[in-house]
């Protein structure tokens, strides 16, 4: 029955599986909480050197411009 039910869902899109056995509850429930982490914590801090690869559009769009629209007073 699990077999079959498996198949119409892969037929219409599904990602299914059919398993057997039993499994602790950190594998069923995907409880990763005590693992470490492979890759590196601390990132370095970026925020003040200057970014070399700026072009004149960014620049350009980092400028204030004055604004156009000027509010009409006692309206």
């Not at 925020?47 to 604004?67: A, H, I, R, T």
Request: aromatic share 6%.
């Amino acid at each position: 029955m699990g077999i079959v039910l498996c198949s119409l869902l892969i037929g219409c899109g599904y990602d299914a599986y059919c398993v057997y056995g039993t499994a602790p509850k950190e594998i069923t429930t995907k409880d990763e909480a005590l693992m470490e982490c492979p890759f590196p914590i601390e990132m370095p801090d970026n925020e003040d050197e200057e970014d070399p690869e700026v072009d004149k559009d960014e620049e350009q769009m980092s400028e204030k411009k004055p604004s156009l629209i000027t509010p009409i007073e006692d309206f």
